[in-house]
Structure formats: structure tokens, C-alpha cells
């Protein structure tokens, strides 16, 4: 492919994913940020970790995008007395045939969002890891697929700490990002009033799944400058050990840092927010603008961290002011590049 079918190409993703980012905004009130990284999360395959009060729209986007999309979504509420049948499925014995048959449970959505997941109990926590990381479940011994494309969309309440249990590191570190999702503005605050209590809108189905999975494609194709695939490892390595960039006074808050997960996360989303940009190539700021929410929840804080009221996000910025990113290169280098 020449390099201009290649900028056609990918000015036709970004323009079919400006579409419908513009009918979800016709619901969904601001949250510009949000709604941009469940569409990388979407692009590049990820699941994403989601942090707010109730009431600011989690739901209402996810299920919105969902119909954007014609894409199936199911919504799971997380509580202490779920099992792992109610979450996969089961096996049910029907006494007029004398034969058992398989129920899938609610996981078998293209958009799945797990609501309070922190207050299930580990069993469940285990099996919705099987689901996120492999795509399938087994249920009696047999292996059955999750519909593609499959995004988890999780979500924690950080007021209410009681009753809830803390997610399995490993789990974590599967979700690909952790977004803040933060109170609206005044100005957004009154058009959601006026949205809500007005007519009501019908939402336009504006591409199909079979669409998205070609967007997916495209995605993988977008070149990554290897300086920029070191650059993110640096970062990365940097949280394990900081005085290996001469933040020696950061260790004592650092238990953890993030694993090599975290590296291709962050080149995998930097390529979807390229995409998104209407670009077959990943700027430096493509990266930079997605590191926090790549790795604050990949790094586990000590006690000491934690009583003097240091943040993952406090440690990132700081690592990030000493690691620089590299130079921008130039469109014909990466047009070169990726026609070689």
C-alpha cells in the first residue's frame, strides 16, 4: 500500500470514529476524556478500570456506545453473594429430555461492564480474569468463546470502602487503563439537566462490529517508532527502579512498580490515539497523554507512600519530568518506514 492510500485510510478510520464519538456527545454530556479512552480501549483491544461517584455517566456511555456500535451490552452489578455461575453460566439438567444444556451467562457481550466490581468476593474475581485475559470460559469442562470485540469496562465507587473486596494484582494488571472520571463543569451540569429532562433522543447506529473489528486492524498497523517503544520502556523501568533515572528519594514509596505489561499497553493505546488523531504513525504526545492512565494502577505503593500522602500519579509526573520523551519524527521517516 503507497503512502497516500495509506493517509486515505486512516483519514477514513478517524472520520468514522469522529462520527461516533459525535452521536455518543449527543447523549452524553462532557467527559471528552473518558469517552476518548474507552475509545482506545475499544480500538486496541483493552479493558479499562474506571474510578468516580455514582451519577457521572459510567453506565449511560458504555451502553450508549454500545448501540453506536450494534454491539451487545450486558451489565453486571457486583456484589458479595455472587458466584462464578452467575457471572460465565451454567449447566442446567431438563428433566424432560434428561440431557443437560449450557446457559452462557451475561459475560457473552461485545461491551461487558462490571459495576462495583471490587465488592465480589474471589472466586468471581478469578473468573472474570479468565474471560478478560483469554476471551473464553469453561463451563463443565468446555471451552466456549466471548463475541469479538469484547471490552470490560470495570468500575469503583471510591467513596464507599466497606463491604468491598481489593482486586488480585494480577487483575489489575490486565485492564489497560484506570481512568479518573471527575464531577462536570458548571456549564456541562446545566446542559445534562436540560438533556435529561427534555425530549428524549434516539440514538443512530452509526457503524457495526464487523466495522470495528476493521478499525482494530487498522489500528495494529500504525507505526510505532522504535524510539518511542524505548521511550516507554524507560518509563516503565523507571517505576521499578527510579534511581535508575536519579529519583533514588522515590524507592521508599515504590513496593511494585509496573510489569512489562504496562510497556505494551501504553505502545498499544498510543497507537489507537494516533488512529483517533487521523494519523498512521504515534507522536511522542500520543504516548505522553496516556501514560498516567496506563500505569497508576500497575504501581503498588508502600505504607510509607501511602501516610505521607504520595500518589501514583505524584511518582509518574516526576519520573516523567526526568525521562524525556524523544523528538517528533517527521511523517515522511515513518511513511518510510512502514513501506519498507
Known amino acids: 500500500m503507497s503512502s497516500t492510500d495509506m493517509q486515505a485510510t486512516h483519514a477514513e478510520s478517524a472520520e468514522l470514529m469522529e462520527r461516533i464519538l459525535y452521536e455518543v456527545k449527543r447523549v452524553v454530556v462532557g467527559q471528552d476524556r473518558f469517552l476518548e479512552r474507552v475509545m482506545v480501549a475499544l480500538l486496541a483491544q483493552g479493558h479499562l478500570l474506571v474510578e468516580g461517584v455514582p451519577g457521572l455517566a459510567k453506565t449511560l456511555t458504555v451502553k450508549t456506545l454500545a448501540n453506536a456500535i450494534q454491539g451487545s451490552f450486558k451489565r453486571i452489578q457486583f456484589t458479595p453473594d455472587l458466584v462464578p455461575a452467575d457471572l460465565v453460566g451454567t449447566r442446567i439438567y431438563n428433566q424432560k429430555s434428561g440431557e443437560f444444556s449450557t446457559v452462557v451467562g451475561p459475560v457473552f457481550a461485545n461491551l461487558l461492564l462490571a459495576d462495583e466490581i471490587n465488592r465480589a468476593p474471589a472466586k468471581v474475581q478469578s473468573a472474570l480474569l479468565e474471560v478478560m485475559q483469554e476471551r473464553q470460559v469453561t463451563i463443565a ?39 479518573i472520571v471527575d464531577y462536570p463543569t458548571d456549564e456541562e451540569e446545566f446542559v445534562i439537566v436540560q438533556r435529561v429532562t427534555g425530549p428524549r433522543l434516539d440514538l443512530v447506529p452509526i457503524a457495526t462490529t464487523d466495522q470495528l473489528r476493521v478499525l482494530q486492524q487498522a489500528c495494529r498497523d500504525v ?27 522515590l524507592k521508599k514509596f515504590i513496593t511494585y512498580g509496573a510489569s512489562p505489561r504496562g510497556t505494551i499497553n501504553l505502545t498499544e493505546a498510543a497507537r489507537a490515539l494516533a488512529l483517533m488523531r487521523g494519523r498512521h504513525y504515534v507522536l511522542s504526545d500520543d504516548v505522553t497523554d496516556l501514560v498516567h492512565d496506563v500505569l497508576r494502577h500497575r504501581l503498588v505503593l508502600s505504607y510509607e507512600a501511602l501516610s505521607d500522602g504520595i500518589s501514583a500519579d505524584a511518582i509518574i509526573s516526576k519520573i516523567m519530568a526526568k525521562v524525556s520523551a524523544p523528538a517528533k ?12
Open 141 to 179: 469442562g468446555e471451552t466456549h468463546k466471548v463475541p469479538d470485540p469484547f471490552v470490560v469496562m470495570a468500575t469503583q465507587n471510591p467513596i464507599e470502602t466497606e463491604g468491598t473486596y481489593p482486586l488480585p494484582e494480577a487483575q489489575v494488571d490486565r485492564f489497560m487503563m484506570k481512568v
Open 329 to 340: 519524527p517527521l511523517q515522511s521517516q515513518a511513511d518510510e518506514l512502514k513501506a519498507a
Open 223 to 249: 507505526y510505532v517508532d522504535p524510539a518511542l517503544i524505548q521511550y516507554a520502556v524507560k518509563l516503565v523501568a523507571a517505576t521499578r527502579d527510579p534511581s535508575r533515572v536519579g529519583l533514588g528519594e
